[in-house]
Nanobody
Framework: QLQLVESGGGVVQPGGSLRLSCAVS????????IGWFRQAPGKEREGVSC????????YYADSVKGRFTISRDNAKSTMYLQMNSLKPDDTAVYYC?????WGQGTQVTVSS
């Protein structure tokens, strides 16, 4: 059974950092492309970052490039999203995805 469970969201001030985690079960992490999406209130879900299964190459949306870092720990079946220099525009529910399955989402709020 495929399952992805996010954690690590919260409230942070502008300029702060958070690290999101996504614990994966039901498939081998390194065998599939995995990634993070987010959805802000009143907006469509958008892609944030992903890792290729073939060579581990990464992709970042322009809005987060240079501030966010995606990574994975295959031994722990967990992927991460390190988010630095957070801005109010980063406020959203963040979802991890892999093998066409989605987590339940974790709320990130950036506010002073």
């Amino acid at each position: 059974q495929l399952q992805l469970v996010e954690s690590g969201g919260g409230v942070v001030q502008p300029g702060g950092s958070l690290r999101l985690s996504c614990a994966v079960s039901g498939f081998t992490l390194e065998d599939y492309a995995i990634g993070w999406f987010r959805q802000a209130p009143g907006k469509e879900r958008e892609g944030v970052s992903c890792i290729s299964s073939s060579d581990g190459s990464t992709y970042y949306a322009d809005s987060v490039k240079g501030r966010f870092t995606i990574s994975r720990d295959n031994a722990k079946s967990t992927m991460y999203l390190q988010m630095n220099s957070l801005k109010p525009d980063d406020t959203a529910v963040y979802y991890c995805t892999g093998r066409n399955a989605w987590g339940q989402g974790t709320q990130v709020t950036v506010s002073s």
